[in-house]
């Protein structure tokens, strides 16, 4: 089955600094890649997602990239805020939407 | 618009017990995913309902079965409950038009197994 890797764990940012977070998945058939925002006690929100036919998609301040020949897609946040602190969570979908969800990866915007 | 809203909110069984829990999707959509998500864990994919049928199931024991409704509704069952079994059961529902639709999530029903 599908598997989906994510770094860093935990992830600490100043401020208005960058965040970046890695994600790698096995399953060459997978072709669509979103990431899930989770605050805590709350349910995954959909924050952005990729489709394998695209290689960077961005909206305001969130970005992802996608490299299909070495599965690999990232998430990247500019001008980080306090309000982006989170669980983040990119997943792969396979056949029938089956999503495989990575391990998370827990930001903290220091101010 | 309502979104996913599952029921109960919360809930406390013992050991041995069983559970259903329900899932109402988004306005529009026609697919229903359950997942369980344990304590610091990502989701794990139990079963994707269909059309009434499964359509999709992960690594998850008989123990965990569902049913979807004529109106898109769904329920997740889980029988001789485990202590293991405690976690936040979340449903996403989607809409079947190919491949690559998003997901929207419900907030959830926390399970606690004494």
């Known amino acids: 089955g599908e598997n989906v890797e994510q770094h860093p764990s935990t992830l600490s940012v100043q401020e208005g600094d960058s965040a970046v977070i890695k994600c790698t998945y096995s399953?060459?058939?997978?072709?669509?890649f979103p990431w899930y925002k989770q605050e805590l006690g709350k349910r995954p929100q959909l924050i952005i997602d990729?489709?394998?036919?695209?290689g960077e998609k961005k909206d305001q301040r969130i970005a992802v990239t996608l490299n299909k020949t070495a599965k690999h897609f990232s998430l990247h946040i500019t001008e980080t805020q306090p309000e982006d602190s989170a669980v983040y969570f990119c997943?792969?979908?396979?056949?029938?939407?089956?999503?495989?969800f990575g391990t998370g990866t827990k930001l903290q915007v220091i101010p | 618009d309502a979104g996913v809203t599952q029921s109960p909110t919360h809930l406390i069984k013992t050991r041995g017990q069983q559970v259903t829990l329900r899932c109402s999707p988004k306005?529009?959509?026609?697919?229903v995913s359950w997942y369980q998500q344990a304590l610091g864990q990502g989701p794990q994919f139990i079963f994707q309902?269909?059309?009434?049928?499964?359509?999709q199931r992960g690594n998850f024991p008989d123990r965990f079965s569902g049913h979807q409704f004529p109106n898109y509704s769904s329920e997740l069952n889980v029988n001789a409950l485990l202590l293991g079994d405690s976690a936040l059961y979340l449903c996403?529902?989607?809409?079947?038009?190919?491949?690559?639709?998003?997901?929207?999530f419900g907030d959830g029903t926390r399970l606690s197994i004494l």
């Open positions: 990729i489709r394998s036919n695209v």
């Open positions: 997943a792969s979908l396979g056949g029938y939407q089956k999503v495989t």
């Open positions: 996403a529902s989607s809409l079947d038009r190919g491949r690559n639709q998003p997901q929207h």
């Open positions: 399953d060459s058939a997978s072709n669509y």
């Open positions: 306005s529009g959509h026609d697919t």
């Open positions: 309902y269909y059309e009434e049928e499964e359509r």
